[in-house]
């Protein structure tokens, strides 16, 4: 099975929605039933403004972390500038191969974490 981002996106809202609602004491993702689906559909909405927030202010904190304001126009800025650089296992600086506005930037960031880890 392929996952697409859709699917990670998704993935991650249901398990954020699941969490959040274990947190506040509900029971909606604890039990069985369509008396249960209108509470699980209220978590998922607020998990799922929750993950646009996530987003906004991850593409917020990139853009002040990495913009020195010195960019000719928009489009130089969000197309040609932005980088970013991870350091790998020996201690060296690797560019990673994304790059874009701040906002794909962080959807990318946002769509890995709905990825299951080991």
Known sequence: ?????????QQL???LAAAMAK???????LKQGTEWEHARAVW?????????????AMATAIRA?????ECDSKEYCEHGRFQPTVWDDNGQPV?????????????LIANALGKETS
Do not use: W, Y
């Open 1 to 9: 099975m392929t996952t697409t981002p859709t699917d990670t996106q």
């Open 13 to 15: 809202r249901d398990r």
């Open 23 to 29: 947190e506040a004491g509900s029971k909606a993702f």
């Open 44 to 56: 998922e909405a607020h998990a799922t403004a929750a993950l646009n927030e996530l987003r906004r």
């Open 65 to 69: 972390a990495t913009c020195p304001g």
């Open 95 to 107: 560019e990673v191969g994304i790059s874009g506005p701040p906002e794909r930037i962080a959807a």
